[in-house]
């Protein structure tokens, strides 16, 4: 049996380098669907190392309340752009209570607003902050130069500034920033401080913002008295689904809400939002590589086409191989395990070319100081193998069950 086999796949190999160009033309398009694939995969794999890594940064103990009703598994209303009034200070302030809420150890406020930043001839766009609450301890954020506000500062008005370490440099390059004033809408403010520079976490951008108080930015700015989000510290990651709970509940209290459904407001964890990235990414990199897969059904037609044509240009020879004995059965097998053979090579240099491909696109990713992962999973690479495979046995079969079918007679007598 063994011995059988051996001189099945020597005869295979031996009839596939009779004729390289065309075995390797046959082969192009399952190189080019494997290798596809496996780029697929690995970049989006190394995309959603990528997100995470940066979503990460805000800790696992980190809850965030938005406006607006959401599903559990969808984003939020308010993420759509949507004026959403429901969040207030109030809310807020309520949260602080240890009566309603036990473990967290700090609250901030926000309301975001972008505005365009003036200094002397300088203009600069950026994102305003209006914060209240323990923003150093939630955000886990230093300042480099300066200070801070005091707490009597963030629950006032007063027209004071903590710039982002990218907006000093932009509007002040090498001067030094703190005591100026720069004006936002015409109003001269101060700056107090400037942040440390933290770069790129999740979808912000902390070295681009300018932070000021929240009452201020509210009335004098933006012309609201309504929130756009509040994020909150828990004492332990391993309270942070209770807490969810009693956000929740004081949050249905004081807005008269008794049914879950009409809840008017969005609590979520940044664990679910890691949760709600993958589900997305997963999603939409398997969508790619399916569409990407397309390619080897294309090289299958192609496989299965050229051997209809060899199987009819050894005609002659499948009619001796009979005549000397050959049964259907092997000579269907050896036209089966050429098809096979050609998608296995064809798939084994695709996933070779891909894995070049995706480590070379992870280098130039990481020298533009990106943290990408080069991820080439072993799932992966025996899928796309696998579908290699699959594909040679599919498109192989009708070929080869059309060798075997031939008379011999018929066969010796083809022209």
Do not use: C
Not at 1 to 25: C, D, G, H, P, W
Not at 34 to 39: F, G, P, Q
Not at 378 to 383: C, E, K, M
């Amino acid at each position: 049996m063994l011995e059988n086999f051996r001189q099945l796949i020597s005869l295979v190999f031996r009839a596939l380098l009779s004729n390289k160009t065309r075995s390797f033309l046959t082969m192009l398009g399952i190189i080019i669907g494997v290798a596809a694939v496996i780029l697929i995969m690995s970049l989006g794999a190394g995309a959603q190392s990528l997100i995470l890594s940066q979503l990460d940064g805000f800790g696992g103990d980190l809850i965030g309340i938005l406006p607006g009703k959401s599903d559990e598994k969808g984003p939020p209303a308010s993420v759509f752009g949507l004026k959403i009034t429901t969040l207030t200070t109030n809310d807020a302030e309520a949260l602080k209570n240890k009566n309603n809420v036990s473990h967290l150890l700090g609250v901030v406020s926000y309301y975001n607003s972008s505005e365009i930043f003036s200094y002397q001839d300088i203009n600069y766009s950026s994102d305003l902050n209006g914060i209240n609450g323990d923003y150093l301890l939630v955000e886990t954020s230093k300042v480099d130069r300066g200070r801070f506000f005091t707490s009597e500062e963030l629950d006032s008005n007063l027209r004071l500034v903590v710039l982002g370490s990218q907006v000093a440099r932009e509007l002040f390059a090498n001067s030094d920033p703190l005591g100026k004033k720069i004006k936002v809408r015409n109003k001269s403010v101060t700056v107090i401080g400037v942040m440390e520079e933290r770069g790129q976490v999740g979808f912000s951008n902390y070295d681009n913002l300018v932070l000021a108080p929240l009452s201020f930015v509210q009335k004098d700015i933006a012309g609201v008295n309504y929130l756009s989000a509040i994020r909150v510290k828990v004492d332990s990651s391993d309270n942070v689904d209770e807490s969810l709970l009693m956000i929740k509940d004081t949050l249905r209290e004081r807005h008269d809400i008794d049914n879950p459904e009409d809840d008017d407001f969005s609590v979520r964890s940044f664990k679910d939002a890691l949760d709600l990235v993958v589900t997305i990414t997963d999603a939409l990199r398997y969508f790619l590589a399916a569409m990407a897969a397309i390619s080897l059904i294309v090289g299958g037609i192609g496989i299965m086409n050229i051997m209809l044509v060899s199987v009819t240009e050894r005609t002659r020879e499948i009619g001796l191989r009979k005549a000397l004995g050959a049964t259907r059965r092997q000579v269907l097998n050896q036209f089966l395990f050429e098809a096979i053979a050609l998608t296995l090579v064809g798939g084994i240099i695709g996933l070779f070319i891909g894995t070049m491909f995706s480590y070379l696109i992870s280098i130039v990713i990481r020298l533009l100081d990106y943290n990408w992962d080069f991820v080439i999973s072993i799932s992966s690479v025996l899928v796309a193998i696998g579908i290699s495979i699959i594909i040679g046995i599919i498109f192989g079969y009708y070929p080869a069950k059309r060798a075997s079918d031939l008379s011999p007679i018929e066969a010796l007598r083809y022209e």
